[in-house]
């Protein structure tokens, strides 16, 4: 199955000719909560004959984001095609973020974004919101005869409400593998390997250093076990994010993975590096000998784990 990607811009009107159901949202890590949208609105598509789909957002340009340094992501677009693709989605609507977008009146995105596109049904979560200042909410939408809305529970694990926000609190407070739970998929990043301080090599940890490709939330730091995808295959490996304090302390953060059993030249190259377990903070070492020593302890740990689990 080919997965079309719809580009939706609010000054221009599709010729489109079949009608589709539409899972709407930002969809920010394609969470347990969000799978239950999408699987609703794949489960109509079939009953009702109509193509499956899913209508979130572009990334947003951080010109238009009010802190941007707070302004992190889940997943890649990229990402979300392939998991989208994996829940039977087979159109993506991609409404691109802009100031008009911004300051669009509840009325208007209905009209241009949902009647326009011959959405027929409309698929959303509980607190699904809308429009300039987000004043569209699901008493709006149910006012529309020409599409029918389908409002989901809120959907909860172990008592907490599964949302996006939650998984951003749990990656910057290490919990990794609760994150990992309400993912589904493990938390993973995507980025090109560039040159970093090479101080890794000679004690006998060779890292590939990992240029994320969008602004990812970064897990906080320190050491993880990690698994590592390069050129379609599979490794093990221990990623350290930090900040370098045991040489010279660097303000950037830096995303630094030793790669089992492998030995090749993969500067320039993208791969993708996902965080399974989380076994450490960062710290000083007094000396490169302390530091190798709990490298040593860290990889076997790690290598462990893998075994047993």
Same mark, same amino acid.
């Given at each position: /199955?080919?997965?079309?990607?719809?580009?939706?811009?609010? &000054?221009?009107?599709?010729?489109? =000719?079949?009608?589709?159901?539409? %899972?709407?949202?930002?969809?920010?890590?394609?969470?347990?909560?969000?799978?239950? *949208?999408?699987?609703?609105?794949?489960?109509? %598509?079939?009953?009702?004959?109509?193509?499956?789909?899913?209508?979130?957002?572009?990334?947003?340009?951080?010109?238009?984001?009010? =802190?941007?340094?707070?302004?992190? *992501?889940?997943?890649?677009?990229?990402?979300?095609?392939?998991?989208?693709?994996?829940?039977?989605?087979?159109?993506?609507?991609?409404?691109?973020?802009?100031?008009?977008?911004?300051? /669009?009146?509840? &009325?208007?995105?209905?009209?241009?974004?949902?009647?326009?596109? =011959?959405?027929?049904?409309?698929?959303?979560?509980?607190?699904?919101?809308?429009?300039?200042?987000?004043?569209?909410?699901?008493?709006?939408?149910?006012?529309?005869?020409?599409?029918?809305?389908?409002?989901?529970?809120?959907?909860? /694990?172990?008592? &907490?409400?599964?949302?996006?926000?939650?998984?951003?609190?749990?990656?910057?407070?290490?919990?990794?593998?609760?994150?990992?739970?309400?993912?589904?998929?493990?938390?993973?990043?995507?980025?090109?390997?560039?040159?970093?301080?090479?101080?890794?090599?000679? /004690?006998?940890?060779?890292? %590939?250093?990992?240029?994320?490709?969008?602004?990812?939330?970064?897990?906080?730091?320190?050491?993880?076990?990690?698994?590592?995808?390069? &050129?379609?295959?599979?490794?093990?490996?221990?990623?350290?994010?930090?900040?370098?304090?045991?040489?010279?302390?660097?303000?950037?953060?830096?995303?630094?993975?030793?790669?089992?059993?492998?030995?090749?030249?993969?500067?320039?190259?993208?791969?993708?590096?996902?965080?399974?377990?989380?076994?450490?903070?960062?710290?000083?070492?007094?000396?490169?000998?302390?530091?190798?020593?709990?490298?040593?302890?860290?990889?076997?740990?790690?290598?462990?784990?893998?075994?047993?689990?």
């Amino acid at each position: /199955m080919v997965m079309e990607v719809i580009d939706l811009c609010h &000054d221009e009107v599709l010729s489109l =000719n079949q009608e589709y159901v539409a %899972a709407i949202g930002n969809f920010d890590g394609i969470h347990q909560g969000h799978r239950e *949208v999408i699987r609703k609105a794949v489960k109509i %598509a079939k009953e009702m004959n109509l193509k499956p789909s899913v209508m979130c957002f572009d990334i947003v340009p951080k010109q238009l984001i009010n =802190n941007i340094d707070n302004y992190y *992501v889940l997943k890649s677009f990229e990402q979300k095609c392939q998991i989208l693709k994996s829940l039977g989605v087979e159109v993506i609507f991609l409404i691109k973020f802009d100031d008009k977008l911004k300051n /669009m009146s509840p &009325d208007e995105f209905v009209k241009k974004m949902i009647i326009e596109n =011959n959405i027929s049904y409309l698929v959303c979560g509980f607190d699904f919101s809308f429009g300039k200042n987000k004043e569209g909410n699901l008493n709006f939408l149910q006012k529309f005869n020409e599409f029918k809305t389908i409002i989901l529970p809120r959907f909860d /694990m172990n008592n &907490d409400k599964v949302s996006s926000t939650l998984i951003h609190e749990l990656l910057s407070y290490g919990d990794i593998e609760r994150a990992n739970a309400l993912l589904v998929r493990p938390y993973s990043i995507i980025g090109e390997v560039v040159k970093g301080n090479q101080k890794g090599k000679p /004690m006998g940890f060779p890292t %590939a250093n990992t240029l994320p490709s969008v602004n990812y939330r970064i897990p906080q730091s320190g050491v993880y076990a990690t698994k590592v995808i390069v &050129d379609g295959k599979e490794y093990q490996g221990m990623t350290n994010i930090g900040h370098n304090p045991t040489f010279n302390f660097s303000s950037n953060t830096s995303i630094e993975t030793n790669i089992f059993d492998f030995d090749e030249d993969i500067y320039g190259k993208t791969i993708e590096v996902i965080f399974i377990k989380y076994l450490r903070r960062e710290r000083i070492f007094e000396s490169v000998t302390d530091l190798v020593q709990q490298l040593n302890e860290d990889k076997q740990c790690i290598i462990k784990y893998f075994k047993n689990n």
